[in-house]
C-alpha cells in the first residue's frame, strides 16, 4: 500500500491565485513528520515546509502553509499568492519513527504545478 | 551555504559498465541517502548511511551497491549497468538527531544513462 499519496500528477493555477496540492498519508505509528519539497526544472530539491505530528498548529513558511487534518491523514500544501516562479514539481513525503536516528524520508508521486500569466 | 555536490549532472554509460556516482556534503551531517527518480514513481531510497562505514538498504537495492568511507562522501556503485538502471539519481544528507525537523539537503542530481 501506498504510504503517501498525490492524486493530482499535474495542477494549472493563475498567477497570484492561491493552490492547494493534495497529499494523504498511511502510518500508525504515532510520532512521524510530513515534509514538502519543490523541484524546480533545474532538478534540485528544495525544503519547503515541515510538520510534526505533535504539534498542535499548522505550519506556515512565507507564501507555504500546510493544511494538516491528522484524523484524515492528509497534509495539504497551500501556496497564497502563486508566482511564476512557482511553476515546479512538489512532493510530499513522510518521516515514521521519529525517534529513529536513520531519518528516511518516503516520498509521493509528486504534483507538477503550472503557474499561468 | 551548505552544499550537497555530486560528481557528474548528466552521465552516459554503456551496459555491464561498473559506475561509480560520488556524493560529497559539508555539514558535517551524519546520515546520508541515494535515491532515484523516476517518473511517476516519485523519489525511491535506494541505499542509506547513518555514520562512517555504516550502510541500510532503502527499498531498491538490488543492483546498487555503497561505500561510506569518509564521513561527507557516500558513494553509489552500480556493479554491471542494465539499462533500467537509466534515472535521475539524487544524493541526500541530514542531521541524525531524533525528534525534530532534520530535513534531508538535496544535490543537484545525476541523469544516468545506460545505453
Known amino acids: 500500500a501506498q504510504k503517501i499519496t498525490q492524486t493530482q500528477p499535474g495542477m494549472f493555477v493563475q498567477e497570484k491565485e492561491a493552490v492547494t496540492l493534495d497529499c494523504t498519508y498511511d502510518?500508525?505509528?504515532?510520532?512521524?513528520?510530513l515534509f514538502w519539497y519543490k523541484q524546480p526544472s533545474s532538478g534540485e530539491m528544495i525544503f519547503l515546509i515541515y510538520q510534526g505530528s505533535y504539534d498542535q498548529q499548522n505550519a506556515t513558511e512565507g507564501r507555504y502553509s500546510l493544511n494538516f487534518q491528522k484524523a484524515r491523514k492528509s497534509a495539504n500544501l497551500v501556496i497564497s499568492a502563486s508566482q511564476l516562479g512557482d511553476s515546479a514539481m512538489y512532493f510530499c513525503?513522510?518521516?515514521?519513527?521519529?525517534?529513529?536516528?536513520?531519518?528516511?524520508?518516503?516520498f509521493g508521486q509528486g504534483t507538477e504545478l503550472s503557474v499561468k500569466p | 551555504d551548505v552544499k550537497v555536490t555530486q560528481s557528474s549532472r548528466y552521465l552516459v554509460k554503456r551496459t555491464g559498465e561498473k559506475v561509480f556516482l560520488e556524493c560529497v556534503q559539508d555539514m558535517d551531517h551524519e546520515n546520508m541517502f541515494w535515491y532515484r527518480q523516476d517518473p511517476g514513481l516519485g523519489l525511491r531510497l535506494i541505499y542509506f548511511?547513518?555514520?562512517?562505514?555504516?550502510?541500510e538498504k532503502g527499498d531498491i537495492p538490488e543492483g546498487y551497491s555503497v561505500s561510506r568511507e569518509k564521513k561527507e562522501r557516500f558513494s553509489l556503485i552500480l556493479e554491471s549497468a542494465s539499462t533500467n538502471q537509466t534515472s535521475m539519481y539524487l544524493c541526500a544528507s541530514s542531521l541524525r538527531g531524533t525528534g525534530g525537523r532534520n530535513e534531508q539537503f538535496f544535490g543537484p542530481g545525476t541523469r544516468l544513462t545506460v545505453l
Open positions: 513525503a513522510m518521516r515514521e519513527d521519529l525517534y529513529n536516528q536513520g531519518g528516511k524520508l518516503i
Open positions: 548511511s547513518y555514520d562512517v562505514k555504516m550502510k
Open positions: 502510518t500508525s505509528d504515532p510520532s512521524y513528520g
